[in-house]
């Protein structure tokens, strides 16, 4: 039977359409697979290693011993201000210093880029400073007045500058890192004798190793701290070292999962419009098997068994095809990412095959449930029974058997569950209104008196299934396709709005208040149109409801160190850009208030309506939490845990801090203010908006590219829910020609038919992708949304182009066939 069918020609559509379907998901699987260890490697970078222990002591012997035991690769750094000099006598100029040794290891993850002069040509390197030498960022150049191959005197000696140090993977925000960075050999360091007795040092431990080893040996620090009551020791990984660059990998991974979500659906429509051709021409041969003495369980064996051979035969040439064209897309993005991504796992493969036969088994197995039920008087009455129980219990089994391998492509409970509901509402409200379309379609068939016409709303109402399923299978496809279009633009273009290209990369603090007009000015002079400098004011949380609050209060690591310092508030009146009130309403003013940032909230179990009590400058100030607030961390825009409502605040003590986009045109800028105004700091944070927006235009590439695979599953969609009643229509039209009408006519009708059902399936489409789309922005990516028009004009334009090309490529045959070959088949 399987030969039979396959020279015939009957199983190379759900062959094709299960090869694609596989080929496009593997594809994305592989690609997504090493993008993803790819993204996670140079994320990484952003650490310089797997692991960092952070300590105010020199790190425990026995801790760096375990690692070496666990065979994992180390690094050291340590870095402290001081005071670097440059010039001798009364030429001697001085400048603080934040000063890194590290030793020749160092970074494990990411490189060091260097330049041999301010403004010169960057090189990557994995070398650190020689003994001797000592490398400067461009700003101690300018600080200190100095060149390439001046010395430089640190503590009790004297080095040679050797390189302008440009990018440090691992440099990070914190407050030690604001001054100017001179690196050195770790060798060096004792020669210096800067670290004496007080001295504010950090000691770092870098580790890097297999995920799992990395993972195992944190658990053991982390038990080691527990067990020995170890103060002091920080331990960062990517999930809780850089907020900023996590919320960019989980956006990333959130849009390729998005991509592959939308592959998984038009593969399980493409597949089930294929089951269901193959279906209704076996009608017929089914009941002549079952006439010729058959049982319906040897007609439901020989089917799964015959739709068996094709699914493990489509899935496997699939996956091959998926693994090939994965290549052929990172070639086409050679341009936008490293060449030397991590090698592929094997899980695409086998999500891969086991995609393919969960396919099969949630929508083949309806329609050859039915095959099973097909009636012996079928042979000379084309008649068949409706589905029966088992049948339509097989549909809730497939639209389950959907469900999971959605949850599963995407990784993701909340996108997936999200989606799928998404695309299941749309059929059942595509098919309502399909539906009803077709019964409001009767009103208006006396709207023309010409044949066509009329032929054409005739066809619609007189198969009312197979125009619905035509509708709703068109919708479905275009909507994918429509996500992965006009609506993927803006998801994207939000996306990246979060952290333009213009972002912030200079911070200035301590800005006092009779500067701030003096700065606002200049800050005009370079081009910042309107300088935002927001208060901050420097206060110890005390009480929360009446109960002090120290550090012995929280369990947590992250809790003891937050109400162990001391928090950066801010008052203003209005809620600051990039922040979004997500519970209670921001203050009016009229009474003590205070807005809190949801990731603080949760970490020290703070709710609406507790009473926050806070230590300023001596002072005590206490305000209800009005207010929770989620902040845009990669906006690197001036951030704070706490606003409080400005009446409150007018009598603090309190500086302004600013952040602002400095061009390259004005790069001496920071230096020519903390000369004019030594009290400021100014922190340059260009390099990690630099990564940020890389790690951005990264995944921005992939999800274009990726759009291609999934453009072929969309087409093959379209085409198979035109050509499902490719049949019928021969039928129809032989049976019209014999009764006298013309070709030209019936070929009218196809068309005004095709343009009927594509914009109404395009305007479904563009209404569900909308839906779609607000509902991803809004409770999945986090992103402002707004509605266009065009997406609808849009819809309906594809949607009717699209049922054109189909019709024409697909039934251009239907009326070639003579209407007496049609009336002796019929």
Avoid at 608 to 634: H, N
Avoid at 637 to 658: E, G, S, Y
Avoid at 671 to 678: E, G, I
Wanted: proline residues 4%; positive net charge.
């Amino acid at each position: 039977m399987t030969q039979r069918d396959w020279r015939a020609g009957e199983l190379r559509f759900l062959l094709v359409a299960l090869i694609v379907a596989v080929a496009s998901l593997s594809a994305v699987g592989f690609f997504v697979d090493r993008m993803r260890a790819g993204l996670s490697r140079d994320a990484h970078q952003l650490l310089g290693a797997d692991l960092l222990i952070s300590a105010d002591q020199r790190i425990a012997p026995d801790w760096r011993a375990e690692a070496e035991r666990r065979h994992l690769t180390l690094a050291d750094t340590v870095v402290f201000p001081s005071m670097a000099i440059a010039g001798d006598g009364d030429n001697a100029r001085s400048q603080l210093a934040s000063l890194k040794a590290v030793t020749p290891s160092y970074p494990l993850r990411g490189n060091l880029t260097v330049s041999d002069a301010p403004g010169g040509a960057d090189e990557t390197t994995r070398q650190t400073p020689a003994p001797g030498t000592v490398w400067l960022d461009v700003n101690m150049l300018t600080a200190l007045n100095v060149n390439v191959g001046d010395p430089l005197k640190l503590g009790d000696s004297t080095f040679k500058i050797a390189k302008v140090l440009v990018i440090e993977p691992d440099r990070g925000s914190g407050f030690i890192n604001f001054a100017p960075r001179v690196m050195l050999s770790m060798a060096d360091l004792a020669s210096t004798n800067l670290i004496q007795d007080g001295s504010r040092v950090t000691y770092r431990l870098l580790l890097a190793g297999a995920g799992q080893q990395i993972q195992n040996f944190q658990k053991w620090v982390e038990s080691d701290i527990a067990r020995e009551n170890i103060k002091g020791v920080r331990i960062e990984g990517l999930e809780n070292g850089r907020p900023e660059m996590r919320a960019t990998l989980d956006r990333g991974e959130q849009f390729l999962s998005l991509v592959g979500l939308l592959s998984a659906l038009l593969a399980a429509v493409a597949v089930a419009m294929a089951a269901r051709r193959f279906m209704l021409r076996h009608l017929d041969a089914c009941a002549m098997l079952r006439c010729l003495g058959m049982t319906q369980n040897q007609v439901t064996q020989l089917y799964l068994l015959e739709f068996l051979l094709i699914g493990v035969a489509g899935s496997i040439i699939g996956v091959l095809l998926g693994f090939g064209a994965h290549f052929m897309l990172l070639e086409l993005l050679g341009k936008f990412i490293s060449s030397d991504l991590p090698a592929a796992s094997a899980i695409p493969a086998l999500q891969g095959l086991v995609t393919g036969i969960l396919l099969l088994v949630g929508f083949a197995l309806p329609p050859i449930l039915q095959l099973r039920n097909v009636p012996h008087n079928r042979v000379i009455r084309r008649e068949q029974d409706a589905p029966q129980a088992m049948v339509l219990l097989t549909y809730i089994l497939g639209t389950l058997t959907f469900i999971g391998l959605l949850l599963w492509q995407a990784g993701d409970l909340k996108l997936g569950l999200l989606t799928a509901l998404g695309f299941l509402g749309g059929f059942g409200l595509f098919a309502l209104l399909g539906w009803l379309a077709l019964k409001a379609s009767r009103h208006v068939r006396g709207l023309s008196r010409h044949p066509s016409w009329r032929f054409a709303l005739t066809a619609l109402q007189r198969r009312p299934v197979a125009t619905v399923v035509q509708i709703v299978a068109l919708s479905l496809g275009l909507m994918a396709l429509l996500l992965l279009t006009v609506i993927r633009g803006d998801l994207i273009g939000a996306w990246q709005q979060a952290t333009p290209v213009d972002a912030p990369n200079r911070f200035v603090i301590n800005i006092q208040d009779d500067q701030r007009a003096e700065i606002s000015q200049r800050l005009q002079g370079i081009g910042i149109a309107r300088p935002e400098l927001s208060p901050m004011i420097r206060g110890r949380l005390t009480q929360v409801n009446g109960k002090p609050i120290t550090a012995d209060t929280y369990p947590e690591d992250k809790a003891k160190r937050l109400v162990d310092r001391e928090f950066n508030l801010s008052t203003m009146q209005q809620v600051p850009p990039q922040n979004t009130v997500t519970a209670g309403r921001w203050f009016d003013d009229t009474q003590p208030a205070a807005s809190v940032e949801e990731g603080l909230a949760k970490t020290l179990n703070l709710k609406l309506g507790d009473r926050l009590q806070f230590d300023i400058a001596g002072q005590l100030v206490s305000a209800p939490i009005t207010s929770i607030r989620k902040l845009e961390w990669g906006s690197m825009r001036v951030n704070f845990f706490v606003i409080l409502n400005p009446a409150l605040m007018k009598d603090m003590p309190q500086t302004w801090i600013t952040a602002f986009n400095l061009p390259d045109a004005h790069a001496a800028f920071g230096n020519q203010l903390t000369r004019d105004f030594p009290n400021l700091t100014v922190v340059d944070i260009g390099s990690v908006i630099k990564q940020i927006q890389s790690v951005i235009n990264q995944v921005v590439a992939a999800v274009e590219f990726l759009f291609l695979f999934t453009l072929v599953s969309g087409a093959l969609v379209l085409y198979a829910a035109l050509v499902g009643s490719q049949d019928e229509r021969t039928r129809e039209a032989g049976l019209l020609r014999a009764l006298g009408a013309t070709r030209k006519q019936l070929s009218q009708s196809q068309w005004i038919e095709f343009g009927l059902i594509g914009s109404l399936a395009g305007f479904l489409a563009a209404s569900g992708a909308a839906a779609i789309g607000w509902a991803l922005a809004q409770y999945v990516f986090s992103f402002t949304w707004t509605f266009s028009p065009l997406v609808w004009l849009a819809g309906m334009a594809i949607g009717a182009a699209c049922t054109f090309a189909g019709g024409w490529i697909g039934l251009r045959n239907v009326l070639n066939q003579p209407p007496l070959q049609t009336l002796r088949e019929a």
